[in-house]
């Protein structure tokens, strides 16, 4: 490690210590916020030559620019009661950002991750891919849309494959590579994956649709063909960031947006004044914060005793391997302290999970693993290694502020389907000589 790089971190680790170290004495929000804000763009700085790691932190950088009208102004925006944390969570959020920016290394020249997989025509596989991906078209999610119940969140009859129904975006990298430069598979592709937008959108899926539309973005997008700026960037990132609030507020009142007008339809997400429409926009981020506070509390003031939360934190690890239904109530944490403890969102912030389960270490660790991982990509050549961190850049709207063990789960299982499919030659063989030795 160069003897520049070491100092940068050590000076870096400083400011970001004194500076906490502060804020734990004199509570200071503004300041704190400040600080998470500023680690949060020295992130961004360092990462702007890859558009899909950018828009990851700039996506980042939205759950803590949502809270500057409450630090700076006192304004409540969270959709629940007042509850005690606000500031203890703020200050746990910072020191995962500082973590992160102070261990990750900048990205030095134009990156393309599609350029780093290998594309080798195989009709065989890429067909039995297509098949795989139609069945989690069919079988994902059946049932009543937003359309019948009249908005997302109303009771409606649903059924499908559970937590395993977003399982189909470890297909899409495959099916990349298994395409070949062929143009007729390559746009079969593309046809599945907006009847697969279509269908989640008509299920209140935003969040599976914005997964499936980064794995576009990394594949088909963002190639040196494009060559995307960042004047390009930021024109079109406050339209998507307008889309997508747009669909939270049509499907969070269905009726309502079929009675109005074109222009009532539009302007749906504007609220009567400035506050209201703030809430509406970060919404979600409002709520993830909250999430995150009760989870803190939770920790925080020994509700769930470290040995309670140690237990489950090895249900979490358990989960990787088996189905959240074959575990405990304790295994799926946020609906745990829904049903015992308080009422929230149905999520929480990756700084809050990390807290929960581990304290403070927990919170350095996970900002110096995704850091490491940024960091390793950068010149990584292992395809089992890029495609696990493909999947962490297109599922991080679900591991980031929902639910952490994301980060390790689906991306592990790519993995593990990549592994089967390189041993499928192998296999045939030692099928091919046991039968012709008979």
């Not at 997302?152 to 395993?164: A, C, E, M, N, W």
């Not at 979600?284 to 920790?299: E, G, H, K, M, R």
């Amino acid at each position: 490690m160069p003897y520049s790089h070491l100092l940068s971190i050590f000076i870096r680790l400083l400011i970001y210590i004194l500076v906490i170290l502060y804020s734990s004495f004199e509570e200071s929000p503004e300041m704190l916020l400040s600080l998470a804000i500023v680690a949060n763009l020295s992130i961004i700085f360092k990462t702007y030559r890859s558009l899909p790691i950018l828009l990851m932190f700039l996506f980042f950088l939205t759950y803590v620019v949502n809270l500057i009208p409450f630090f700076f102004a006192g304004e409540y925006i969270f959709p629940y009661r007042p509850t005690k944390g606000f500031y203890e969570t703020l200050q746990i959020h910072t020191i995962f950002l500082c973590v992160l920016d102070t261990f990750l290394r900048p990205i030095k020249k134009r990156l393309y991750i599609n350029e780093k997989l290998p594309q080798t025509q195989n009709l065989f596989l890429y067909l039995s891919l297509c098949t795989l991906f139609v069945f989690f078209l069919i079988f994902g999610i059946r049932g009543d849309t937003v359309l019948d119940t009249g908005g997302y969140g109303q009771k409606g009859d649903t059924s499908g494959l559970g937590g395993f129904g977003e399982y189909f975006l470890i297909l899409i990298p495959l099916l990349y590579m298994y395409s070949g430069k062929s143009y007729i598979m390559k746009k079969i592709v593309h046809i599945l994956m907006l009847l697969m937008g279509i269908k989640l959108l008509l299920y209140g899926g935003r969040i599976g649709v914005l997964m499936m539309g980064l794995l576009y973005l990394i594949f088909y997008y963002d190639t040196r063909k494009n060559h995307i700026s960042l004047f390009k960037i930021s024109c079109y990132a406050i339209p998507v960031l307008y889309i997508f609030v747009l669909i939270g507020a049509i499907r969070g009142n269905i009726a309502l947006a079929l009675t109005s007008s074109w222009g009532e339809l539009f302007l749906l997400p504007f609220r009567g004044d400035f506050l209201k429409t703030f809430k509406e926009f970060f919404g979600n981020q409002n709520d993830i914060f909250y999430s995150s506070t009760v989870l803190n509390q939770a920790a925080l003031s020994d509700t769930l005793s470290i040995y309670t939360r140690l237990e489950m934190f090895f249900y979490n690890v358990l989960s990787l391997f088996v189905p959240y239904s074959w575990l405990p109530e304790k295994a799926t944490v946020v609906s745990y302290i829904q049903k015992n403890i308080a009422a929230t969102g149905g999520g929480a912030l990756i700084s809050a999970y990390s807290y929960f389960f581990l304290s403070y270490p927990g919170v350095i660790l996970i900002g110096y693993y995704i850091a490491s991982i940024i960091n390793k990509l950068q010149k990584s050549k292992n395809v089992y290694f890029i495609l696990y961190c493909i999947i962490v850049l297109a599922t991080y709207p679900r591991w980031f502020g929902y639910n952490v063990i994301g980060l390790f789960k689906i991306s592990f299982y790519i993995v593990i389907l990549y592994a089967i499919i390189k041993r499928l030659p192998k296999i045939k063989i030692i099928l091919f000589n046991a039968n012709t030795h008979r």
